[in-house]
C-alpha cells in the first residue's frame, strides 16, 4: 500500500538537535521530500533528496536516507522556537505525492 | 513569482449552499493539485490536472465535488451542496511537471455551518 509513517509529536528545548523520522514504502520512489507547514499556513517546501543519495545538508538541515530501510530523517540543528511547526515527509511516486501524517514539533524555552 | 494564489482565504457558508474555490497556478507550471487536509484525514490528494486534463480524480470524496482547469492559469474546486463535514482547508498545488517538486498555495480555510 502507499504509507509513509511518521510519529505525531517531538518536543525539544531550544539549542537541541531536533530528529523527526519517517518511513516510506516504495522503493522505486524517486524523490523525497520535506515540508513544513506553520500554523495557518500551507506546506513549504524545506529539503529534498534524490533517491540515489544518502546524506543532504542544507545549513542547519540535515537528511538521510537509508533505502534499504525505506527510512528518511530531517535533523533540525541548534532548534529554535521558529521551527515550531508540523513536518512532512513525503514519497515522489509514478505521478503524484504520498504525504505522511505530519510530525508536530513544539520547541520550549 | 508570487507562488500559487489562492482564493478566497476564508470562506464560511451554510449547509446547502454552492462553495467555488480558485487557484492560479505559478506561470508556467503544467500540472496542478487540489488537497484537503483535516485533523481526522491528515492531507489528502483530491484531484490533479496535466496539461489542463484531470488526470486522477480518485480521491474526489462524491458527486458533490467538481474541478475544472479551463486554461493553464486558472482551476476552481466547487462544492456543491456543501456539507459540514466538507469543512477543511483546501490547498491547491503546481509543479512544473507530474513529477517535479511542488508548491502549495496558502489555502482556503471553508466552515461549512
Known amino acids: 500500500g502507499e504509507d509513509v509513517e511518521q510519529s505525531l509529536f517531538l518536543s525539544v528545548r531550544e539549542g537541541d538537535s531536533s530528529v523527526i523520522n519517517c518511513t516510506y514504502t516504495?522503493?522505486?520512489?524517486?524523490?523525497l521530500y520535506w515540508y513544513k507547514q506553520e500554523p495557518g499556513a500551507g506546506l513549504q517546501l524545506l529539503t529534498y533528496?534524490?533517491?540515489?543519495?544518502d546524506m543532504k545538508q542544507d545549513q542547519r538541515l540535515t537528511v538521510l536516507l537509508n533505502k534499504k530501510d525505506k527510512h528518511l530523517s530531517l535533523r533540525i540543528a541548534d532548534t529554535q522556537t521558529g521551527d515550531s511547526a508540523i513536518y512532512f515527509c513525503?514519497?515522489?511516486?509514478?505521478?503524484?505525492?504520498?504525504f505522511g501524517t505530519g510530525t508536530r514539533l513544539q520547541v520550549f524555552p | 513569482d508570487a507562488g500559487v494564489i489562492q482564493s478566497p482565504r476564508h470562506e464560511v457558508t451554510e449547509m446547502g449552499q454552492e462553495v467555488t474555490l480558485r487557484c492560479k497556478p505559478i506561470?508556467?507550471?503544467?500540472?496542478l493539485f487540489w488537497y484537503r487536509q483535516t485533523m481526522m484525514r491528515g492531507l489528502e490528494l483530491l484531484i490533479y490536472?496535466?496539461?489542463?486534463?484531470?488526470?486522477?480524480d480518485s480521491g474526489m470524496p462524491e458527486d458533490r465535488f467538481s474541478a475544472k482547469m479551463p486554461n493553464a492559469s486558472f482551476s476552481t474546486l466547487k462544492i456543491q451542496p456543501s456539507e459540514p463535514r466538507d469543512s477543511a482547508v483546501y490547498f491547491c498545488?503546481?509543479?512544473?511537471?507530474?513529477?517535479?517538486?511542488?508548491?502549495f498555495g496558502p489555502g482556503t480555510r471553508l466552515l461549512v455551518l
Open positions: 506561470s508556467g507550471h503544467n500540472s
Open positions: 533528496i534524490f533517491s540515489n543519495m
Open positions: 498545488a503546481s509543479s512544473s511537471s507530474r513529477k517535479e517538486t511542488q508548491y
Open positions: 516504495d522503493s522505486s520512489s524517486t524523490y
Open positions: 513525503a514519497e515522489n511516486l509514478t505521478d503524484k505525492l504520498i
Open positions: 490536472f496535466n496539461n489542463n486534463v484531470p488526470i486522477d
